[in-house]
Structures are given as structure tokens and as C-alpha cells.
């Protein structure tokens, strides 16, 4: 298996970035009694690791469902080949919309791949048409509704 550069971090570093992901509100004090340091070397670790992009913030988790929106899709779009040069505007009208959770530009067949959460498929359906199937520069969408979804492990800290 191929290894990711370290970034300079030791053991103590991938202690607390494992810690601070389960809970990013646990006070320092208690991250430095789990990871077997003083709380003002913790406080500068962490620091550290912020300072230099490791952690790039501290967020809460929120149930999309909780919120109303039930039903997540995968939207892959492909742009015409003449429309090439308005990916970067088609970009930025999607992050815009309230539905789109991720958007990830990529490199082979499809162009984008649109994460939306929303609150049916009669939402979803809407939200493509609106967004993607009535702008001129899109070829192509497929719409994949997600049945289940688990977040990944971040083993390669390991």
C-alpha cells in the first residue's frame, strides 16, 4: 500500500488529530490527559497543527435528516466540449445552491459530480432541472440516489 507523507507529525500529532475528530469540542485539558502531555504543550500542538493546515477547522457533524432533507444523489454532469470554458461559472453557481453538500471536479468522463441533499425525489428531480438540465453548457446528467452512506476512516494517518 502505497504510504502518505507524514507532514512532519509524530505519534502525539495523530493522537490528538484522532481525538479532536471523534470530538473537536474536547477541552484541552482533557485532549493532554489522553494523549500523556501538559495542557500548555497540547495547547501549542494544536495550535501547530492549525497553524500549519493539518486541521483546517473544527466543525460540527449535523444530520441532514434532522433538517428535512431525507434523500441524498450523486449528480454526475458532463459539460459540452464548446461550454468547456464556463466550468469554473457552472462551479460557482452550484456551491451556491442550498442542496449542494459537495461538489468535486474531476478529470475523466464526467466534468462534475454534484453531492446534493434534499428532501424527496420529486427535489432532486427539480433541483436538476433547474440547475443543470436547463443550462446550455451541460451535455449530460445521471443522477444516482444514495441509499446509504458511511464517512471514510482516515487510516492514513496510521
Excluded at 500529532?13 to 479532536?20: F, S
Excluded at 494523549?35 to 500548555?40: E, L, T
Excluded at 443550462?135 to 449530460?140: I, R, T
Amino acid at each position: 500500500m502505497p504510504t502518505v507523507p507524514n507532514l512532519g507529525l509524530d505519534e502525539t500529532d495523530r493522537a490528538l488529530i484522532g481525538l479532536l475528530q471523534q470530538d473537536a469540542r474536547m477541552p484541552n485539558s482533557e485532549l493532554a490527559r489522553r494523549v500523556g502531555i501538559a495542557p500548555s504543550t497540547c495547547h501549542a500542538r494544536v495550535r501547530s497543527l492549525v497553524e500549519r493546515g493539518v486541521i483546517r477547522r473544527f466543525t460540527a457533524e449535523v444530520s441532514p435528516a434532522a433538517l428535512g432533507a431525507t434523500l441524498q444523489a450523486l449528480v454526475s454532469v458532463r459539460i459540452r466540449p464548446g461550454a468547456r470554458h464556463l466550468m469554473e461559472q457552472i462551479s460557482e453557481e452550484l456551491r451556491r445552491e442550498p442542496e449542494v453538500a459537495q461538489l468535486f471536479f474531476l478529470g475523466g468522463t464526467e466534468d462534475f459530480l454534484v453531492h446534493v441533499r434534499v428532501r424527496d425525489s420529486d427535489h432532486v428531480r427539480q433541483f436538476v432541472l433547474k440547475n443543470l438540465s436547463a443550462n446550455p453548457a451541460v451535455a449530460l446528467t445521471e443522477t444516482n440516489l444514495v441509499f446509504d452512506h458511511h464517512t471514510g476512516s482516515d487510516r492514513f494517518l496510521d
